[in-house]
């Protein structure tokens, strides 16, 4: 679990910087590859938080009622 918060704050932390040099003057290849590595840092954080909630609904199925 800590990990995964661990890696979720490293994607977070890579989305600010691209979102703050894509308000930079960039070339189009450079704005192009800015975008593409933001698209992937977003998905990234998208996988994390799926597999999260597989994690959470298999603990809740597996869990014994008191």
Not at 5 to 21: E, K
Not at 40 to 49: D, G, H, P, S, V
């Amino acid at each position: 679990m800590e990990e995964r918060i661990t890696r979720l704050r490293a994607h977070l932390s890579n989305i600010d910087r691209y979102q703050s040099l894509l308000k930079t003057k960039l070339s189009d290849a450079e704005q192009r590859y800015l975008e593409s590595r933001l698209s992937e840092e977003r998905f990234a954080i998208t996988a994390l938080n799926f597999t999260g909630s597989e994690i959470n609904m298999r603990s809740s199925q597996n869990a014994k009622p008191d």
